[in-house]
Structure formats: C-alpha cells, structure tokens
C-alpha cells in the first residue's frame, strides 16, 4: 500500500541495481530489498561466500554485502513472486543502443524495459510504485505506463486492485566511485506527477540525503535531465581532448591549460582530464539518443552538434594508435606492446566501450602483439571484447599478471587507465626489461616524467611534448 513501503524489487542485478540497491538495504534497515535478474550466474555470483566473486568490483561495495545480505539485502532469480510482494520496483536493467530497425545505431533499443513492464504488470498486486532507474529516451515513462495499464487490463481483468504510479528516479553514480556517490549523491531527482507516490521514494532517500539535494521535476524533465547531464560531461572530455592535440603541436602543456581554464569557478576544473577518450556504456549511447530524439523533432542542427562530440572522441583514439606506430618506425610486426589497463577507468572491472578496445583493434591490425594488464579485469573479459578475432589471430593478443610481465621484451608501453598503481611503477626495471629503443605512452598523463628521465626510455604524454 502506498506510505507503508516494505518491500523493495529492483528489476536487474547489474552496475547500476546492484550497488544502488546494497546502499538502499544498508540505510533503510526496515525495508526488505531484493534484486532479481534473468542472469542466474550474475545472481550466484552475487550471493557466492565469497566476496571477490561479486559480478560488480567497486571499492567499498563488498562490506555492504557483507553486513546486509541474508539480512535485509536479497538476490534472486525468482522475477515473479518477488514482483507479487513488492510495494516499489525500479527498474535498472540495460538500455543499449538499437542494433537493427528503425533508429539502428542511435536510438535506444526499450526492449529489456518493455518485457519487464510487462512481467510487472502481470504479477504486481495492490498498489505498485513502479521506478525507471535505468537512462532512457525522454517520453518512456508514457510507455511504461501504458504497457502497465493495458496488459493488466488484459491479463488479469477481475484484478481491480492493480494500481500502477510510474516515477522517473535517473541514477547519477559513476563507476568506481559509486557507493560514496550513492551515499553523498550531488543530487536525487524525481519525475513524476503523483504526490503520495512521489513521497514514497522521498522518503525513503532522506533517510541519509539532505532534503535539499532531493529535487522533484515533471517526469519528461526528469528523464532530460539524465541524457543531458551525461552529454554534457562527454562533451568536457571531449574539448580537452581536442586541446590535448593542440598542444602537442604548439608545444603548450595540456595539464596546464587544463589547470588555468579550470581554475575560473565558471567554467571548473572537473571532467577537464584529457585522455585516450571516454568509455563506458552510458556516455555514447546516451549521446547517440539524444541524437535521435533531436533528428525525431527535427532538430537536425541540434543532432550535429553532439555528434561532433562523439567524432572527436573516435578521433582520439584513432590518432592515439597512430602515433604509436608512427614512433615504432611505421611497422608492428614481430613487436610486443604491453598495455597498462583495459577498464574504461580507474577502480572498476567494466570494460564496455573502453578505449582499449578500439587502440588495442587498431595495433593489432598493425601485427603488434600484444599483452595486456589489468589490475581487475579478467583474462576471460578482454578476450570478449574481441569476439570477430580468429583465434588464431588471439594468440597475438594475451593477457598479463603484472606491469612487469607486459614490460618483459617489448617495445612499448601504452598506458591507458588511470589506476593508482601504475604511477609508482619502478621505470628502472622497466628499462631493463624492454628491448630498446623502448617507448612509454602515457595517454592519461600520470608519470612523473623526471624518473623517466633517470631511464633510457623515450616518452610521450598525451598533449604535452615540450
Ligand atoms: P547492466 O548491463 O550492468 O545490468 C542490467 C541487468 O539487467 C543485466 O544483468 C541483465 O541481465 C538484467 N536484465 C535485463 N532484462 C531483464 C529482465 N527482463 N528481467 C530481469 N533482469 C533483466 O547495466 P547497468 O550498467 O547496471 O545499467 C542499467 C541502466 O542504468 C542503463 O539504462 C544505464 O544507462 C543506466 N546507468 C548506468 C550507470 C553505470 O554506471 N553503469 C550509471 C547510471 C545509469
Ligand atoms: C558517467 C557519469 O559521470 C555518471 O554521472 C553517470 O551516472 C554515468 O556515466 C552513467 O550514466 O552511466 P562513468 O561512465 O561511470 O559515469 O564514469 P566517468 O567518471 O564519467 O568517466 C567516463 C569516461 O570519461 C571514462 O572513460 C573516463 O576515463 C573519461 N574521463 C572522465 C576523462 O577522460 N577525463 C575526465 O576528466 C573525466
């Protein structure tokens, strides 16, 4: 009933359900939390003893788990009846970009959405509060509603008592970093236009949000909000990254534009970090719908000026991979390039859309071998990410255990990821290990260019070759 919510769902165990849900479980104490999914490894993994095993690594999410599950915190796979016994369901399954059909390659593909608006509808009972956590097209509030209504009204007709409120609840955490944003979000925003139901969810993040950083909007805002939020961040990395480029052939310093334009409070000095480009599996997709939407409502000027964001971002891994080949003399063949790095960034294991992928692609094209290390990715992973390789072609493309072994006899060094422990890499080791002349890629600028300087090692920073 609503005002006495109890039972939590949430409709996908992934990044985003996963760690949003354990922090829900850990500050609400009196309601009973459980996250479902079809994946029933994901739903071993997240209940497996033991806790490396989790299917999500982010720093302070296995004490969570371990202080709240089998207590308030559940996983499960059992969709139907947990839905029966909810009062409130988010729904935080993905939403990529459509591979095929109308809007192929831009617009958002609504069908893990829709399949469990539908499985909702079909066993919610009573009054149900139904969340959209996931990132999607402004409008599809206005869907879900109507898949509510419609197949309860076919399905279950003698069940009067259904009754559906469709709030829009965007998350905002960002990898690695998610359970201190979850815990200290910047904001919580709500959509919707029902007052008690509004209320609901209310209520339940001021249990640790100040109720000054929970807004309420219309629903359609809401759901804008979110999509331009991310365009706008993908939009900063990608003007440094332009002015990245710059710098290298003017000989300014990138960090120190950086610091200088970032240090008028106007502008700030966040997401102003240049790069190998942004990764992850919401800045693109999200970008690319905002794209579709501008073309659907005619704004086509609107649709170009994002898509510049996303070209630049191709753009610089392109010439990343580039300029690798280039300082080799030209030529790959029968040469070892360690990699520092396959995540999209520092502190997760996620790898979708990472930069990796596309410079690692494009070096192997060159016949580079290659080797690469990665503190939390699996060997398993980053071979996924290269499904049309032959395999024969994957021998050329391995996986490392440490900075060291990716230095052992090869002929560069391609730093990639932002993790803390590749800025205290011993480079005299390094310089013994490879074979000269040995090159080091620093395309997230974090060495300390003077202990490479105690090395024979040649090296290059991304926007900065003074
Ligand atoms: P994810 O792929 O990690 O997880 C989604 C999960 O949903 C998967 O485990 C999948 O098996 C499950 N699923 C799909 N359909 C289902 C169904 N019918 N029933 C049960 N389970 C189902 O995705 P994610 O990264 O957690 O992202 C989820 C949403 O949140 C996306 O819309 C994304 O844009 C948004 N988002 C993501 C992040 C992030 O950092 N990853 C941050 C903010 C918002
Ligand atoms: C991003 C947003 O920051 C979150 O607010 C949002 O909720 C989330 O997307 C989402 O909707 O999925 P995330 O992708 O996890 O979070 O990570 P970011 O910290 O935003 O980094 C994205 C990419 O930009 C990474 O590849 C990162 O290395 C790159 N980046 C970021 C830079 O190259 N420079 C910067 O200064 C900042």
Redesign the pocket.
């Given at each position: 009933m609503l005002n006495e919510i109890k039972n939590i769902c949430c409709?996908?165990?992934?990044?985003?359900?996963g760690p949003s849900m354990a922090v829900i479980a850990d500050k609400c104490p009196y309601l009973k939390v459980t996250v479902?999914?079809?994946?029933q490894t994901?739903i071993n993994n997240w209940n497996d003893s033991n806790l490396e095993k989790l299917p999500v690594y982010e720093p302070g999410l296995k004490e969570i788990i371990k202080r709240r599950r089998g207590e308030n915190l559940f996983f499960s796979t059992d969709?139907n009846n947990v839905i029966s016994s909810s009062d409130m369901i988010f729904l935080?399954?993905?939403?990529p970009t459509k591979t095929t059909g109308l809007g192929a390659g831009e617009a958002s593909d609504l069908k893990?959405i829709e399949?469990?608006a539908r499985?909702v509808a079909k066993h919610a009972r009573g009054e149900t509060i139904v969340v959209e956590?996931?990132?999607i097209p402004v409008k599809t509030a206005e869907t879900i509603q109507n898949i509510l209504v419609t197949s309860k009204n076919k399905l279950d007709s003698n069940d009067n008592n259904k009754i559906f409120y469709v709030l829009s609840n965007p998350?905002?955490?960002?990898?690695g970093t998610a359970i201190s944003d979850l815990y200290n979000p910047s904001r919580v925003l709500i959509g919707g236009d029902n007052e008690k139901a509004i209320n609901c969810l209310h209520k339940i993040y001021s249990n640790w949000v100040p109720p000054e950083k929970i807004i309420t909007t219309n629903i359609w805002s809401s759901e804008l909000s979110k999509l331009t939020a991310n365009a706008f961040l993908a939009q900063r990395v990608s003007s440094i990254n332009s002015i990245s480029a710059l710098c290298e052939v003017t000989g300014a310093n990138i960090s120190e534009v950086s610091k200088a334009v970032g240090m008028d409070n106007r502008i700030g000095k966040e997401f102003l970090k240049p790069g190998p480009g942004f990764g992850g599996?919401?800045f693109k997709k999200d970008i690319l719908n905002l794209i579709y939407i501008s073309k659907f409502y005619g704004l086509s000027e609107v649709a170009s000026y994002w898509k510049s964001v996303l070209e630049l971002n191709s753009w610089q891994q392109e010439r990343i991979a580039k300029i690798i080949v280039t300082k080799l003399f030209g030529n790959l063949s029968n040469k070892k390039i360690g990699i520092l790095g396959f995540s999209f960034k520092a502190n997760t294991n996620d790898t979708r859309e990472s930069p990796a992928i596309s410079i690692c692609k494009d070096l192997l094209e060159e016949g580079a071998n290659i080797l690469i290390f990665d503190p939390k990715v699996s060997e398993e992973k980053i071979y996924n990410e290269f499904p049309n390789l032959a395999s024969n072609k994957k021998l050329n493309l391995n996986s490392s255990k440490s900075v060291y072994e990716s230095a052992n006899g090869s002929d560069a060094i391609v730093i990639l990821t932002d993790w803390e422990e590749f800025k205290d890499i011993d480079w005299s080791k390094v310089d013994n290990l490879m074979r000269s002349p040995s090159w080091i890629f620093d395309c997230r600028n974090i060495i300390n260019n003077r202990e490479i300087e105690k090395t024979n090692l040649n090296l290059w920073q991304l926007g900065n070759n003074s």
């Open positions: 409709i996908g165990a992934g990044y985003v359900g479902v999914d079809l994946d994901k969709i935080s399954v993905n939403t893990y399949s469990s499985q956590k996931s990132t998350e905002f955490l960002a990898e599996s919401c």
